[in-house]
């Protein structure tokens, strides 16, 4: 049985709520859902493309932290408040993965955990055996 290794940030909702932030078995790394969020603090204001990037780079941070890249990443989940936004949401997509084209969902929600949230990311990412 291959070993389990989770990524927490500390964040007190990991607790409350029993998540990872990314948790690794074999070559497989999942990625929890991902916010324009910093310690608290919103970034990206109401622009869906900035929230878009931010959330991506919090993404790729973790990857590393578990020997991944962006370039690892064959599948990814984007929930969005206004699809109406899709553009500026693919746009951000497309800057980080234009190359790598991993196999991806957009879907509008009707809200996320938090308003000011205009995007949540999720990944898949497999790395070489």
């Known amino acids: 049985m291959s070993k389990r290794e989770n990524i927490g940030t500390g964040s007190p909702w990991e607790d409350k709520v029993g998540y990872s932030r990314a948790v690794k078995i074999g ?5 929890t859902g991902t916010v324009a969020d910093d310690k608290g603090e919103l ?19 973790v990857l ?19 699809i109406d936004q ?14 790598i084209k991993p196999t991806t969902t957009m879907v509008e929600v009707s809200q996320l955990i938090d308003d000011r949230y205009l995007v949540e990311i999720e990944a898949t990412a497999i790395i070489e055996a």
């Open 27 to 31: 070559n497989t790394i999942e990625v």
């Open 43 to 61: 970034i990206g204001g109401n622009d869906p493309y900035l929230q878009t990037c931010f959330a991506i780079e919090k993404i790729e941070s």
């Open 64 to 82: 590393g932290q578990l020997g991944a890249s962006l370039t690892d990443v064959v599948r990814t989940r984007m929930f969005v408040t206004n």
């Open 86 to 99: 899709w553009e500026d949401i693919g746009r951000a997509h497309a800057k980080y993965f234009a190359d």
